[in-house]
């Protein structure tokens, strides 16, 4: 029994072995056969006709759909289903917005000669790092000092007598404290009987605060915390106007590149998904071949277009552009809830776009350039945080509120 049991298992392992060769035969594992698909595909892509080159893809084995053409055809096959044609988007890769966006972001005061009509002026001073380097240094220095060492003047003392009782004086403080000219304005208040006791005491007013000790050791402490604050003030301010400036660049580049905007169409959810799927398979073609390949110079070419897309449907529907006369309006009609939303798929295609353009030369970036932003957006979340929601939400409403809208 024991040896039959052996034989029967012997003899069905034989036919099972040869039942599965007999089908890998048949399979359609060759060369041959694979070409002639990827021909059958390519006419399906031809006549925009997806499900059908999907199908034809299915029927390959799991080896043959490894295949990097195979990759690539799945990918253009995966745009078509969004709806998109992606020769008709050469056109993004002329647009300023990105030329600026990643060339000039750091380098942005060059631009300041432009006329910005509409978007009025920027207020404040704009210092050179050097000066900002040495007002934070001198900051720091007056920080340390004993008030007691301050030293300063009391000038153009001025007096208001109200309700007959009350003497308020007005007065500058000036001090060596103080950089490029600056003072601080102070007032005194008392209780007078006439308004020549009013007038008295604000000809008294610099000997007391500058005589009397409890009125002298108050002052020198005021004038050291004026001092801080008007440097504090001065270093905000450039920042500030600095910040304005890369606004106002950010507005003109979407504002110049609209036409090429309104033009793209917003995608579905599901659309959406197709193009990311896209460039997620033609990422792994490109990471398989050399720039000098046919098929890996053309996944470059198309991962730009997809990712470049990508950016540009994020931005327009987070944009009411039905509104927008001016370049001011672009900020007043941001809508930050769709920012927060298109935020995954914007970062996953800025990613991409930086990739391929380091590899391509696309964008004319110096390599610094690179080295500074490739870690930013690699290290930025894949997803924003409820907390980093509100945030980037209350940032923008800041923003628009600056720009009085």
Known sequence: MFRLLITITLISIIFLNQSCLKKQDESPSSSEFLNA????IIAAINSKDSDQALKLISELNEEQQLDNEIKYLKAEVYAIKANIDVYSLFPIIK???????????????????????????????????E?????????????????????????????????NRYCDLTFRYNSPLFI????????YEAIVNSEEECKEKASKLPHIITKEPGSLYFAQERVKYNAIDLINNKITKTYKRRSQEQYIQIIWAVYD?????NSSPLLSSENRNFVLDSLK???????????????????????????????????????????VEKPSDIICNIIPINV??????????ARYLLEISQETGFLSLKQELFDRLIPLVKNAPNELSAEEKKETMDELSKIKSEFGC
């Not at 060339?103 to 060059?110: A, G, L, Q, S, V």
């Not at 900002?132 to 208001?160: C, N, W």
């Not at 590149?257 to 905007?261: G, Q």
């Open 37 to 40: 698909q990827k021909m059958k």
């Open 340 to 349: 927060v939303a298109n935020y995954p798929q914007s970062i996953l295609a």
């Open 281 to 323: 398979l033609l990422k792994e073609v490109k990471t398989q071949l050399p720039n000098e390949d046919r098929i890996g110079k053309d996944a470059r070419q198309h991962m730009i277009l997809l990712s470049g897309f990508i950016i540009i449907e994020a931005i327009k529907s987070s944009i009411d552009f039905n509104k």
């Open 95 to 129: 647009l300023k917005l990105f030329e600026f966006a990643l060339t000039e972001w750091n380098d942005i005061r060059k631009y300041s000669e432009k006329q910005r009509a509409g978007l009025g002026d920027i207020v404040g001073a704009n210092l050179t790092d």
């Open 131 to 163: 000066r900002l380097d040495q007002l934070s240094e001198e900051m720091e220095r007056i920080k340390k000092l004993p008030p007691g060492e301050v030293t300063f003047t009391v000038a153009d003392v001025k007096y208001h007598l109200y309700a």
């Open 180 to 187: 490029e000219e600056d003072y601080s304005w102070s007032y």
């Open 257 to 261: 590149s609209m036409p090429i905007i």
